[in-house]
């Protein structure tokens, strides 16, 4: 049983933690003991010493912990996890039951009532990831609640947080079947290959879903599409499958070209046809510029940090700067979909950035369609931080 201390909050803190906000931050605390164990239970109190909630020490990029319950009485135990991943299981019944989608998220941290904890669902294999060394401590107990709540073929789980400051090497299998991987799952019966057990991504990022939907469904066919920072090329599979009439993929990574080659492949599509190009993409937009090429629709999603040889990028300075090199390569009526991951900045704020590139570039643009994160990926209710993900797709006019 993890041990349980006394936290005072900060009075100006308090009114948010009792109305619902499940994060806890460095600043609402007057000091934190050094010495305090990850994973030790919070009670938090007002500064006359009444209760507010429970919750628990995991630092993570933002915060120092999460709240996990606003009832006195209420225990942490493996009752707890179980019915909180019961009830995310049961909002999800409609995933389980599509099948054109073998793939989703299951639980989503604090949407669904702990931060820290990530649940995804592939073709029957669970995949636990856990973001603090807090959250990890109570590892046993969230995969005996998972495994008395559904049928699975395996669990896996993945440690996305530095231990001693180091990425440990380790085996992400727990239970169950070893899955022969890649596996290919669904998504709008689209195939995607998925591995479990190589390291901290696994060939898809399932929060794209519905941008990858549209872009086969409105944007593809008979298209020239640019997908930049492609990853696995998973925009470019949506897009080929769209009919576009031809997909360039360009990542830094040398493993994208075998990754993109098996998407591409396990969709029957013929990946000679497409280009899949290992460059720096700001390199890539100096020479798509020089020569003078054109894309009728650009894919934008690059990490919130990227480091080259020459620059750092980071979106919340540089995107307009990112979207005024693209301009100079999308077609006169061409769409750019501008998608960010970045939790430091909303949508409002993404909107000033594609505003000032077109501005600075003397171009008109409408914004045609909007998105953030899709159903499975459940976020706190009037809390909109949470919902990182920004997407706008936007039309070049005249
Ligand atoms: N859009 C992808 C996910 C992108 S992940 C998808 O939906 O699947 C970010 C990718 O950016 C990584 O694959 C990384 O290798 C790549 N990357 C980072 N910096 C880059 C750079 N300067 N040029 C090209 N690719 C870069």
């Known amino acids: 049983m993890n041990q349980i201390i006394e936290l005072k909050i900060k009075p100006n803190y308090v009114a948010e933690i009792a109305n619902g906000y499940p994060l806890i931050l460095k600043d609402s605390v007057e000091q934190l003991d050094e010495m305090l164990i990850e994973g030790t239970l919070l009670k938090i109190v007002r500064p006359n010493g009444k209760y507010i909630a429970t919750g628990y020490f995991g ?3 933002k915060g120092i912990g999460w709240v996990l319950t606003r009832d006195p009485l209420e225990e942490i135990n493996q009752d707890f996890f179980q019915d909180k991943i019961k009830s995310a299981i049961n909002l999800r019944e409609s995933f389980f039951d599509d099948n054109e989608t073998t793939a989703f998220r299951v639980f989503n941290g604090e949407g669904d009532g702990i931060g820290g904890l990530t649940i995804d669902f592939f073709d029957g294999f669970y995949m636990l990831s856990f973001y603090s060394e807090g959250i990890y401590s109570f590892r046993a107990l969230i995969i005996e609640a998972l495994k008395e709540t559904v049928n699975y073929r395996g669990i896996y789980e993945k440690k996305r947080f530095d231990t001693n400051g ?30 479990l057990n190589d390291g901290a991504m696994t060939g898809i990022f399932l929060d794209q879903r519905n941008v990858r939907q549209t872009l086969k469904e409105n944007y593809s066919d008979g298209k020239t599409i640019l997908n930049t920072f492609s990853y696995t090329g998973a925009f470019s599979v949506a897009a080929a499958l769209g009919g576009a009439y031809e997909t360039t993929s360009v990542d830094l990574a040398k493993r994208s070209i075998p ?8 969709n029957g599509i013929d990946y000679e046809q497409q280009q899949i190009k290992v460059m720096d993409v700001f390199d890539y937009l100096q020479y798509a510029t020089r020569h003078n090429l054109k894309y ?33 390569i999308t077609s006169p009526k061409g769409i750019i979909i501008a998608s960010t991951n970045n939790a430091s900045f909303d949508m409002k704020k993404f909107k000033t950035f594609i505003d000032k590139a077109f501005k600075e570039s003397n171009k008109r643009y409408k914004i045609i369609e909007q998105h953030q994160l899709p159903e499975d990926f459940v976020t706190p209710e009037n809390y909109s931080e949470f919902n990182y993900l920004k997407v706008c797709i936007i039309q070049l006019l005249k």
């Open 259 to 266: 990754k993109t080659i098996e998407q591409f492949s396990v």
């Open 296 to 328: 009728d629709v650009v894919v934008l999603d690059p990490p919130s940090f990227a480091r080259t040889k020459k620059m750092t990028f980071s979106t919340s300075k540089d995107y307009p700067k990112l979207i005024k090199d693209v301009l100079a």
């Open 59 to 61: 630092k993570q990029n």
């Open 166 to 195: 180091q990425y440990v090497e380790q085996d992400d299998y727990i239970e169950g079947e070893m899955g022969q991987f890649p596996i290919i799952i669904k998504e709008n019966g689209m195939n995607f290959a998925v591995d």
